[in-house]
């Protein structure tokens, strides 16, 4: 064990370090730590109509709970129209931010450069059926004539006009989760060009009298002309060589494979997996690979949110629309394998607070306990310790694996509803299954064994701890 741990200490933590170091990758990290709070307001929305509207339409339809909170329901709507439906935009702007500010090159100006990049590669206009308001069904047949594709509703009580076009839309299909690879693509293309010729000074000199305000934004001028450009250019030659614009081709060949290597058992074990390497040498393992879990898994969650609310704005329910979610999101994670932190560390401190017998252990357990209620658990990592003890190297490694396999078979199966909320991490096990996953009872209580079976996976390693001698004896 202690050749091994020299190894890895040697040749693996420096590479993960300049891994969790790399600028374009922590301005991943930090671009999605930076819309938190619209992401958080979308949830809230999501979660308050989860309760206000669909709960009681599925189980109280006699009282009436959704017509009276109309106006809530309404409002949460509109919040969520201007938070997660936005997604992709908000992030842009984050991104195109946090890594112009790694550049050490106008923030602002470069977070402004990647969201009008991002912007400028969206479909300017839309082809879509419209109800024809006013116009009396005798007329479909002068319509006709006329060269417009009409018909009659399914009602038959008033016509459609189908493939109109329109010019001025956003497309909704880019702007919400659905277009965070492009946004993120496009915005590391434009920054880098913009940064790049910041450092180089190709820029609008200003004479120093000028405010700094000013010349800063003078400053940007070339650079951030040359990087938008640079994005319609190229959504140009896509659509004219390639027959699609750049996030349709971006969604055709780098996120829908994405998505689908990601939904499988075998990734979500590696990944798991992974972080818990990353924290046993002592690495923040979700901070290191945020680029994958964050840049891969929250928009799957945000995906998830808005499936969900689409289907209930059509007056569809919950059922209608499960299976077009995808199984397992960022959130699934902390709902079912990470329960007070990465190794489920709370199913540690319940195994030392009934079977230790060393008063360290002891201690450290009584200590970190309210703060592992809410996913705190860096006093348990690097307090008992964990990092680098070869004691509990093998149960931190395996437990979340088990507890990643059992969540994930029981959404795969259909027993739990996918995880489709966004819930602050700080909310306690099994609590945080329920609310993510719209009140479902069966995931807190999938949750809840996965927590006893956490705790029986660390009980024959605090028992083999308690032989050990104290260390400071």
């Known amino acids: 064990m202690e050749k091994f741990t020299a190894w890895m200490e040697k040749h693996f933590v420096p590479i993960?370090?300049?891994?969790?170091?790399?600028?374009?990758?922590?301005?991943?990290?930090?671009?999605?730590?930076?819309?938190?709070?619209?992401?958080?307001?979308?949830?809230?929305?999501?979660l308050l109509n989860v309760f206000f509207r669909d709960l009681p339409n599925n189980y109280l339809p006699d009282w009436h709970i959704a017509e009276t909170f109309q106006w809530l329901i309404g409002i949460n709507g509109n919040v969520w129209w201007g938070t997660l439906a936005m997604l992709a935009i908000a992030f842009a702007f984050s991104f195109g931010y946090h890594l112009a500010k790694a550049y050490d090159v106008n923030p602002l100006a470069g977070g402004l450069v990647a969201l009008a990049s991002f912007v400028t590669i969206l479909a300017q206009s839309a082809t879509f059926n419209y109800q024809l308001p006013d116009v009396a069904v005798d007329a479909l047949n002068t319509l006709k004539s006329a060269g417009l594709d009409v018909a009659l509703n399914d009602t038959k009580d008033a016509i459609l006009l189908n493939n109109a076009t329109g010019w001025g839309f956003l497309p909704y299909a880019w702007t919400n989760s659905g277009g965070l690879f492009s946004a993120l693509i496009i915005g590391l293309i434009s920054v880098i060009i913009y940064a790049k010729l910041m450092i180089k000074k190709v820029t609008i000199k200003l004479p120093e009298q000028v405010p700094p305000a000013v010349s800063k934004a003078f400053a940007a001028i070339i650079p951030?002309?040359?990087?938008?450009?640079?994005?319609?250019?190229?959504?140009?030659?896509?659509?004219?060589?390639?027959g699609n614009g750049l996030p349709e081709l971006i969604n055709q060949y780098l996120q829908i494979p994405f998505q689908n290597l990601s939904q499988g058992l075998g990734a979500i074990i590696i990944l798991v997996f992974a972080v818990q390497v990353f924290w046993f040498f002592g690495l923040h393992g979700p901070s290191v690979?945020?680029?994958?879990?964050?840049?891969?898994?929250?928009?799957?969650?945000?995906?998830?949110?808005?499936?969900?609310?689409?289907?209930?704005?059509?007056?569809?329910s919950l059922n209608d629309v499960v299976d077009q979610m995808f199984v397992w999101t960022r959130g699934s994670f902390d709902a079912f394998v990470w329960m007070g932190g990465s190794?489920?560390?709370?199913a540690l401190l319940i195994a030392i607070m009934i079977f230790s017998k060393r008063d360290d252990a002891r201690a450290v357990a009584k200590l970190s306990l309210p703060m592992g209620c809410f996913n705190i658990?860096?006093?348990v990592i690097f307090g008992l310790p964990i990092v680098l003890n070869p004691i509990y190297f093998i149960p931190w490694l395996i437990t979340?694996?088990?507890?990643?396999?059992?969540?994930?078979l029981a959404t795969a199966s259909g027993l739990i509803t996918p995880?489709?909320?966004?819930?602050?991490?700080v909310v306690p096990p099994v609590i945080y299954a329920i609310l993510a996953t719209g009140g479902s009872l069966m995931a807190g209580v999938i949750a809840a064994i996965n927590l006893v079976v956490a705790v029986l996976c660390w009980i024959p390693f605090v028992i083999v701890a308690n032989r050990m001698n104290n260390v400071e004896e």
């Open 16 to 46: 993960a370090a300049k891994i969790g170091s790399q600028k374009h990758l922590v301005a991943i990290r930090d671009g999605f730590i930076g819309i938190m709070p619209i992401t958080m307001a979308g949830a809230v929305a999501t």
């Open 400 to 408: 979340p694996v088990i507890l990643a396999t059992i969540a994930y």
């Open 419 to 425: 995880v489709f909320i966004t819930v602050p991490w």
């Open 224 to 242: 951030g002309t040359i990087a938008i450009y640079t994005a319609g250019i190229i959504q140009f030659l896509c659509t004219e060589f390639l």
């Open 289 to 316: 690979l945020a680029p994958i879990l964050d840049g891969g898994y929250i928009p799957l969650l945000n995906d998830n949110t808005n499936i969900y609310n689409t289907a209930m704005a059509a007056g569809k």
């Open 343 to 346: 190794g489920c560390t709370i």
């Open 377 to 379: 658990n860096e006093p």
